[in-house]
């Protein structure tokens, strides 16, 4: 599986970007894609996710500005970001994985993992004040 992002770049306080995320690989593979990000001396955090039946998860510190989407039918993840603050700078990294089972609401469920598999490069988003 090869996971690669695109878009990043340097923007002023309140701009926007849109980074793009092409993952190749069979369907149970990248049924889980997800955008990460790690700023500097920080650790590696979650922004937002999209499984392939359409579950989204999006984290509280960019709700209402960033927003997520996915085109199945180019295993194709897209984070649109709005109204961006310096402290959105960070490589933004996607990443792809399988469903594992997980031990939820005691069973056992098909779910996208907490650590996902296939990892990108990288792509950096600097915002300046």
């Known amino acids: 599986v090869q996971v690669v992002e695109s878009g990043g770049g340097a923007v002023q306080s309140g701009g926007s970007l849109r980074l793009s995320c092409a993952a190749s690989?069979?369907?149970?593979?990248?049924?889980?894609l997800g955008w990460f990000r790690q700023a500097p001396g920080k650790e590696r955090e979650v922004v937002a996710t999209?499984?392939?039946?359409?579950?989204?998860t999006v984290a509280d510190s960019v709700k209402g500005r960033f927003a997520v989407n996915r085109d199945n039918s180019k295993n194709t993840l897209y984070l649109r970001m709005n109204n961006l603050a310096p402290e959105d700078t960070a490589m933004y990294y996607c990443?792809?994985?399988?469903?594992?089972?997980?031990?939820?609401?005691?069973?056992?469920?098909?779910?996208?993992?907490?650590?996902?598999?296939?990892w990108g490069q990288g792509t950096q988003v600097t915002v300046s004040s």
């Open positions: 990443a792809s994985s399988e469903r594992q089972f997980i031990f939820s609401s005691g069973t056992y469920k098909l779910l996208c993992p907490e650590t996902y598999t296939y």
């Open positions: 690989g069979d369907t149970d593979s990248t049924y889980c």
């Open positions: 999209f499984d392939r039946a359409g579950e989204t």
